[in-house]
């Protein structure tokens, strides 16, 4: 339980998967150039962050 608790607390794991953030940059899109977070278990796990 105690390990849920900071996961869902951390702001480096991600609270669905466990994985750690790393830092990317997007290459297409409106938002090419811009700098997001990502999990490392992409793409099994999808959710992203805004830096």
């Known amino acids: ?3 849920l ?3 869902h607390n951390s702001t ?3 609270p669905k998967c466990g994985s750690k ?3 990317r940059t997007a290459k297409k899109g409106p ?3 811009t700098k997001f977070l990502r999990y490392r278990n ?3 796990c ?3 962050k805004d830096i």
């Open 21 to 23: 953030l790393v830092e």
């Open 31 to 33: 938002n090419a150039g």
């Open 1 to 3: 339980m105690q390990s």
């Open 5 to 7: 608790r900071e996961r």
């Open 46 to 48: 999808r959710l992203t």
């Open 42 to 44: 992409y793409p099994k």
């Open 12 to 14: 480096t794991v991600c």
